[in-house]
């Protein structure tokens, strides 16, 4: 179980619950907010300054909402979902992702947004700006419009209309793990174990011990 202060490593897989709001700040000032019932894995972070265009965080949405205020220094992040991903190193954006559909809103700044391929990997990525709304199902095409959805907006977790103040300060020196609740099972993982191979390929390293 999750404990506020608590410090997240790479490989972390993080879920929500319901009722439930998550904030996550990272070293150079980018915070990532999680609704209620939403599944996230960190696949990739780098504390060091990013090289050229390669992101700084990677993080994958399997389901939920997720919203990003990117103004880190430290270089780019990646939004990951099973349809549609997004980089950016100035832009906040929400993303909502379902098996059935992905739908994304460029709130402020830019972004590089583009349908992603069953195996995770991006496809013809397109420079974007704010107010730009994107959805896709799953087997179509990514549709844009000027401005999110009537539906988008209502379904939206709350705290997501308003800026997120950072915390981070107030955990400065302190030393805070996540509380042992049990062992994880293969019913817990299963949707993982099943998406693109570019995400899942250090599971079997990640879940060996259960493996035993």
Do not use: C
């Amino acid at each position: 179980k999750g404990a506020e202060g608590m410090r997240l490593h790479q490989g972390d897989i993080l879920e929500s619950s319901n009722p439930g709001f998550v904030q996550l700040e990272f070293s150079g000032g980018a915070i990532v907010a999680l609704g209620n019932s939403t599944r996230l894995f960190l696949l990739r972070y780098t504390a060091g300054r990013g090289v050229g265009d390669k992101a700084a965080a990677e993080l994958v949405l399997l389901s939920g909402w997720l919203k990003g205020e990117d103004h880190s220094k430290l270089g780019a992040s990646h939004y990951d979902s099973i349809l549609l991903a997004a980089t950016t190193r100035n832009g906040t954006l929400v993303l909502h992702a379902t098996p059935q559909a992905a739908e994304m809103f460029v709130e402020s700044g830019s972004a590089s947004v583009g349908e992603v391929s069953s195996d995770g990997n991006l496809r013809s990525p397109a420079s974007t700006k704010a107010g730009q709304f994107f959805t896709r199902p799953a087997g179509k095409l990514v549709q844009v419009s000027s401005h999110p959805s009537p539906t988008f907006i209502e379904s939206m977790p709350a705290p997501f209309r308003d800026t997120f103040p950072s915390r981070l300060s107030r955990f400065a020196g302190k030393h805070v793990e996540p509380k042992r609740d049990h062992e994880g099972a293969y019913s817990e993982v299963h949707d993982w174990l099943t998406v693109g191979q570019r995400w899942r390929k250090g599971f079997v390293q990640h879940f060996e011990p259960r493996l035993k």
